[in-house]
Structures are given as structure tokens and as C-alpha cells.
């Protein structure tokens, strides 16, 4: 089926059957992913810094002009990182702590 040569009518009641199909599958309950196994924990920050600093010391050992740049990239991240977990931060005071 040629994509340019299609109609609007080929076209609504594509999307009309597509949406059928959904309104179907969520009654049923089933869901779009394939892999139903249980979902993996996304790592925290310390944890992507941690890899990072591992991946630079990785590459420092290398002589390689793609390691250089990887370093460059890992070094932005960090950088990044660090400063978004600062912004995040909130003003507490020190009688908070007593």
C-alpha cells in the first residue's frame, strides 16, 4: 500500500480502527510493553557521577582522540549534574537541625 496514493477516507478509517483496537486493549487491560518484567530503579545522581568517574579514569589510560572527547563529555557532565543537584536544593535553617 502506497502511502502517497492513500485517500482521507483511507486515512480516517486507518486511525478509526487503530483507535478501536486501543479503546479494546485498555478494556482488556493489557498494556503497550512488550517485557511486562518488573521495571529497574532509575540510579541516582551520586550513582551516575560515580560511573562517570569511573569512565574518566578509564580513558585517561587511553591514547585515543575518541577518549578525549568522551572525557570532555563526561567532564560536561559532571559539571552538569552537579549544578542541577545544587538548584535543587532548598534553604533550611540552623535551628532546623536542633
Known amino acids: 500500500h502506497n502511502i502517497f496514493d492513500?485517500?482521507?477516507?483511507?486515512?480516517y478509517s486507518a486511525v478509526?480502527?487503530?483507535?478501536?483496537?486501543?479503546?479494546?486493549?485498555?478494556a482488556a487491560g493489557s498494556c503497550d510493553d512488550v517485557d511486562?518484567?518488573?521495571?529497574?530503579?532509575v540510579p541516582t545522581r551520586n550513582?551516575?557521577?560515580q560511573a562517570a568517574h569511573?569512565?574518566?579514569r578509564?580513558?585517561?589510560?587511553?591514547?585515543?582522540?575518541?577518549?578525549?572527547?568522551l572525557e570532555?563529555?563526561?567532564g560536561a557532565f559532571g559539571r552538569?549534574?552537579?549544578?542541577?543537584g545544587l538548584l535543587n536544593t532548598t534553604d533550611t535553617k540552623i535551628t532546623s537541625y536542633f
Do not use: V
Open 6 to 11: 492513500a485517500t482521507d477516507m483511507d486515512i
Open 16 to 26: 478509526m480502527e487503530a483507535k478501536k483496537l486501543r479503546e479494546e486493549s485498555d
Open 36 to 41: 511486562a518484567g518488573p521495571i529497574e530503579p
Open 47 to 49: 550513582e551516575a557521577l
Open 54 to 56: 569511573l569512565l574518566q
Open 58 to 69: 578509564y580513558t585517561g589510560s587511553l591514547n585515543d582522540p575518541f577518549a578525549r572527547n
Open 72 to 74: 570532555s563529555m563526561l
Open 80 to 84: 552538569r549534574t552537579r549544578t542541577k
